[in-house]
C-alpha cells in the first residue's frame, strides 16, 4: 500500500470495556511496530513483531495490553478493561525488516483513544 | 542508558527567519538518528535520518541536520521558515539490539510561526 494505515482514527469508549485497534503496514514490510503516545509519557515504545511473532513485548504497560499479527501483515492491539490512563495516541509503525541498522520506520496516522 | 534529549519545549519564529532545533543523544555506539515532523492529528513524517558518511544530512521540505559526534548532538536547521512548517518536531535514535531496531525518541519541540 502506499502508507500505513491505521484504524479507528478516533476511539471513545468508557472505563472497563475492550478496544481493538488495527494497523496495515506497508505491502512488503516484515517489521511492525506498536507506539503510544500520551501527554507526560512522550513516545513509548510498546512491541515489535517480525513477522507474525513478537520477539519484544517489554513495552507493553500491563497485561491488559496484548497484540498479534496474522499473515504477516495486519496487527491487533488489544486493550482489555480500558482505564483513564489508557488514554493516548497509539501509533503503528513499519519497515522492511532488514538486518541491521538501516532499517527506516515509517508511521501511519494513529489511533486516538479516549477512555471515559 | 540510550536517551534523546530536545532542550527547548516551546520554539516561535517568525515567518521567513532561520530554524535550529536542537538535539543531544546519549548512545554507547555508533548512533543512528531521525528527525521526525508530526503536524496536528497526523502521524509521524521522516523529515531525515544519518546513518553514516556525510556529517550534514538533507531531508525533505529543505530541513537538513548535521551530526556531531563530539557535541553528541544532532541539531535540526531550515534557513527560512514557512507558516506550514508549524509542527511538533522529534528526534529520535535507533536503538538496535536483539537483532532489531527500537526508536528512542526525544519529548519533542513544537515549533510556531508568526506570520
Known amino acids: 500500500g502506499a502508507g500505513v494505515s491505521q484504524s479507528p482514527s478516533n476511539k471513545v469508549t468508557e472505563k472497563g470495556k475492550d478496544v481493538e485497534l488495527r494497523c496495515d503496514p506497508i505491502?512488503?514490510?516484515?517489521?511492525l511496530y506498536w507506539y503510544r503516545q500520551s501527554l507526560g509519557q512522550g513516545l513509548e515504545f510498546l512491541i515489535y513483531f517480525q513477522g507474525n511473532s513478537a520477539p519484544d513485548k517489554s513495552g507493553l504497560p500491563s497485561d491488559r495490553f496484548s497484540a498479534e499479527r496474522t499473515g504477516g501483515s495486519v496487527s491487533t492491539l488489544t486493550i482489555q478493561r480500558t482505564q483513564q490512563e489508557d488514554s493516548a495516541v497509539y501509533l503503528c509503525?513499519?519497515?522492511?525488516?532488514?538486518?541491521?541498522?538501516?532499517?527506516?520506520?515509517?508511521f501511519g496516522p494513529g489511533t486516538r483513544l479516549t477512555v471515559l | 542508558a540510550q536517551s534523546v534529549t530536545q532542550p527547548d519545549i516551546h520554539i516561535t519564529v517568525s515567518e521567513g527567519a532561520s530554524l535550529e532545533l536542537r538535539c543531544n543523544y546519549s548512545y554507547g555506539a555508533t548512533p543512528y538518528l531521525f528527525w521526525y515532523v508530526q503536524s496536528p492529528g497526523q502521524g509521524l513524517q521522516l523529515l531525515l535520518k544519518?546513518?553514516?558518511?556525510?556529517?550534514l544530512v538533507q531531508g525533505i521540505k529543505g530541513f537538513e541536520a548535521e551530526f556531531k559526534r563530539s557535541q553528541s548532538s544532532f541539531n535540526l536547521r531550515k534557513p527560512s521558515v514557512h507558516w506550514s512548517d508549524a509542527a511538533e518536531y522529534f528526534c529520535a535514535v535507533d536503538f538496535f539490539s536483539g537483532g532489531y531496531n527500537k526508536l528512542i525518541f526525544g519529548a519533542g519541540t513544537r515549533l510556531a510561526v508568526h506570520p
Open positions: 505491502s512488503g514490510h516484515t517489521a
Open positions: 509503525a513499519s519497515s522492511r525488516g532488514t538486518s541491521g541498522y538501516t532499517d527506516t520506520q515509517y
Open positions: 544519518y546513518f553514516s558518511g556525510d556529517t
